[in-house]
């Protein structure tokens, strides 16, 4: 690893700026989308294993101080964690931290977008796949889709722009539901981007359309799963434990593990690692 502390750049093998990490809060949901995760629920962590707010904290203000610059939380569904807002207030106020956004599948902005900008949050990431309520529940399985449309307008509200709106492209999505959104999020004033439906197992990933998730060339994230694992790749199935190695070896024996590019991750989870 190439460490240039007074530019605050953190080099990978190939060259890569890692400046970007992700952290999942919880492996907690509220739905149970069918590309996520199965019908009959998954087997929790437990509580004392997951991370507390002081030591992600901590982690977070020692990947600062080696390069970090964005922070992105996500879950399962972060909302769902007691005490978000307070953990992003933590985030927030850690000197060297330029944006801090937030995966969501929004049934819960209604309730906490406010509270969360004013906290410190930046931006907000939404996930929504349809504007077809029938669909929308049979996808997540338990979801209203008004709840989502409500934590659209109480982000846009709270001042957490801009929002983009996160569409899982399943191999049977409609064509005329995707135009349909497309058009919806355009009206809206929301960015809209495509990922295709991806399997961990079988390594099958692409370039999010309309972002650049799934870039290998051009990565630039690293991640903390919520019971402390540092992951230098989602498809990738190493990972180093910041419990047993401390926050700093952790981060430095992750960086210097990132692959080229992903390949296969037969022991991660998407709701245990974050999307």
Not at 47 to 58: G, K, P, R, T, W
Not at 93 to 114: F, Q, R, S
Not at 196 to 205: H, K, Y
């Amino acid at each position: 690893m190439n460490l240039q502390k007074e530019n605050l750049y953190m080099l990978d093998r190939y060259k890569r700026n890692i400046s970007y990490l992700r952290i999942s809060v919880t492996d907690r949901c509220n739905l149970r989308c069918s590309y996520c995760m199965p019908e009959d629920g998954i087997d929790l962590m437990a509580h004392d294993d997951m991370l507390s707010f002081e030591e992600i904290v901590s982690f977070v203000e020692e990947a600062i101080k080696t390069g970090i610059t964005k922070v992105r939380l996500t879950g399962g569904e972060p909302l769902v964690r007691k005490g978000i807002v307070e953990l992003v207030e933590k985030i927030a106020n850690i000197k060297g931290l330029e944006d801090l956004a937030l995966t969501t599948n929004g049934i819960l902005l209604e309730k906490y977008a406010d509270d969360l900008a004013k906290a410190g949050l930046k931006r907000v990431n939404i996930s929504l796949d349809t504007l077809n309520p029938k669909t929308y529940r049979e996808v997540t399985r338990c979801g209203d889709i008004e709840d989502v449309f409500k934590g659209i307008e109480a982000s846009k509200k709270a001042g957490l722009t801009p929002i983009k709106i996160n569409c899982v492209r399943m191999p049977d999505s409609s064509e005329t539901e995707l135009i349909a959104l497309k058009a919806y999020c355009k009206s809206n004033d929301l960015d809209l981007r495509f990922i295709r439906q991806m399997d961990l197992e079988t390594g099958d990933f692409s370039i999010v359309e309309g972002g650049e998730g799934g870039n290998c060339k051009k990565c630039n994230r690293i991640r903390l799963t919520a019971n402390g694992k540092v992951k230098p790749c989602l498809f990738n199935q190493n990972e180093f434990d910041v419990k047993e190695l401390g926050a700093k070896d952790a981060i430095r024996r992750t960086i210097e593990s990132k692959p080229e590019e992903g390949s296969k991750n037969k022991i991660g989870k998407f709701y245990n690692i974050g999307g």
